[in-house]
């Protein structure tokens, strides 16, 4: 099995920053990518950032030039900085890995439980 814990979120006013991390764990053969998405309420899912293991990023056009996205490969671990926060990038932000499991040869998609990410005064 494989786990994404993530951990971070919280209160932050808006013009400040919260960093986000999400932890792989189990039986991983390889990763392909990490990344971040978030959701609000009545709305779809969508991608925040996201990472391959060789550091090809792609960013959502609300966040480029404010958010950065990092992998440590040895940690297996993806970080979500995040700068100049604002009240619409308050969500619940869940991390996504594209993860070849020790079982399979497949990439197979793994979630975690989701953060709360509050921008308020």
């Known amino acids: 099995q494989v786990q994404l814990v993530e951990s971070g979120g919280g209160l932050v006013q808006p013009g400040g920053s919260l960093r986000l991390s999400c932890a792989a764990s189990?039986?991983?053969?390889?990763?392909?990518?990490m990344g971040w998405y978030r959701q609000v309420p009545g709305k779809d899912r969508e991608l925040v950032a996201e990472?391959?293991?060789?550091?090809?990023?792609n960013f959502a056009d609300s966040v480029k030039g404010r958010f950065t996205i990092s992998i440590d490969n040895a940690k297996k671990t993806v970080y979500l900085e995040m700068n100049s926060l604002n009240p619409e990038d308050t969500a619940v932000y869940y991390c996504?890995?594209?993860?070849?499991?020790?079982?399979?040869?497949?990439?197979?998609?793994?979630w975690g439980q989701g953060t709360q990410v509050t921008v308020s005064s």
């Open positions: 996504k890995a594209i993860v070849r499991p020790s079982t399979s040869w497949n990439n197979r998609p793994y």
């Open positions: 189990g039986s991983i053969r390889s990763i392909y990518s």
């Open positions: 990472s391959t293991n060789r550091g090809a990023t």
